[in-house]
C-alpha cells in the first residue's frame, strides 16, 4: 500500500527566504507526481507535474525535483511571498488506469510566510 | 475555458438523510474523480468515473455512490448520513481523448458538507 509523507507538518518563513518542502513516498513504481496548493476551505490547485521519467518541473519561482529510487521529492519555493502561505500537497499516482490511478495524497505541509 | 464547478458549495444535513453532490468537469475531459477530505484522513479517493463508467474505487461503505452522465458531469450520493461524513467533497477532471496523457488532475472548490 502506497504511502505519502510530507516533512515538516508546518513551516514559518520570513518573506524572501527560499524554503524547501519535502515529499516522500514508500512505492518507488510510480506514474507521476503532482503537487498542489490549498489554501483555507478552498480546493486544490495545480502547481507541478512529474512523471516518472522526469527529473524536475519548473514553473515560476517553483521547482520540484523527482527521485523515484530514493522515493522522495521536493517542492522549492524561490524568494517566498505572504502570497504563497498555504498548504503544500503532494500526491502519487501508480498507473494509467484501472484501480492504480487514483491520487495518493501526503498529509501537507502548511506553509506561512510572514512580513 | 471555465474550471470544474461543484454544486452546492456548503450544505447542512442531519443525520440518516441522504444528499447528492454535483461536479462538472472541465470542457472536454472525461474523467472524473471524488475526494474526501477530513482533518483527522486528509485526502481520501472515493472513486473515479470515465466515459460514464465507474473504473476505480476507494475503500468507502456502498453508502457512498456516484454515477456519470453522458456530457462528462458527475454526482456522487451518500445515503443514511452519519456524523463523520461531514467533511470536505472535492471533485477533480482530467483526461481527454482516450489514451491521450493528459494527466494533471484539477480540482473544484469542493462542497463543504456538515451532518447534524
Known amino acids: 500500500k502506497q504511502e505519502v509523507t510530507q516533512i515538516p507538518a508546518a513551516l514559518s518563513v520570513p518573506e524572501g527566504e527560499n524554503l524547501v518542502l519535502n515529499c516522500s513516498f514508500t512505492d518507488s513504481a510510480i506514474y507521476n507526481l503532482q503537487w498542489f496548493r490549498q489554501d483555507p476551505g478552498k480546493g486544490l490547485t495545480s502547481l507541478l507535474l512529474?512523471?516518472?521519467?522526469?527529473r524536475e518541473q519548473t514553473s515560476g519561482r517553483l521547482n520540484a525535483s523527482l527521485d523515484k529510487s530514493s522515493g522522495r521529492s521536493t517542492l522549492y519555493i524561490a524568494a517566498s511571498q505572504p502570497g504563497d502561505s498555504a498548504t503544500y500537497l503532494c500526491?502519487?499516482?501508480?498507473?494509467?488506469?484501472?484501480?492504480?490511478?487514483?491520487?495518493?495524497f501526503g498529509t501537507g505541509t502548511r506553509l506561512q510566510v510572514t512580513l | 475555458k471555465a474550471g470544474v464547478t461543484q454544486t452546492p458549495r456548503y450544505l447542512i444535513k442531519t443525520r440518516g438523510q441522504q444528499v447528492t453532490l454535483s461536479c462538472s468537469p472541465i470542457?472536454?475531459?472525461?474523467?472524473v474523480s471524488w475526494y474526501q477530505q477530513t482533518p483527522g484522513q486528509g485526502l481520501q479517493f472515493l472513486f473515479e468515473?470515465?466515459?460514464?463508467?465507474?473504473?476505480n474505487k476507494g475503500n468507502f461503505p456502498g453508502r457512498f455512490s456516484g454515477r456519470q452522465f453522458s456530457n462528462s458531469r458527475s454526482e456522487m450520493n451518500v445515503s443514511t448520513l452519519e456524523l463523520g461524513d461531514s467533511a470536505l467533497y472535492l471533485c477533480?477532471?482530467?483526461?481527454?481523448?482516450?489514451?491521450?496523457?493528459?494527466?494533471?488532475?484539477?480540482f473544484g472548490p469542493g462542497t463543504r458538507l456538515t451532518v447534524l
Open positions: 500526491a502519487v499516482r501508480l498507473g494509467e488506469t484501472g484501480t492504480a490511478s487514483k491520487l495518493t
Open positions: 477533480a477532471s482530467s483526461g481527454g481523448l482516450a489514451g491521450a496523457r493528459t494527466d494533471t488532475q484539477y
Open positions: 468515473y470515465f466515459s460514464e463508467t465507474q473504473r
Open positions: 470542457s472536454g475531459h472525461r474523467s
Open positions: 512529474i512523471q516518472s521519467s522526469q
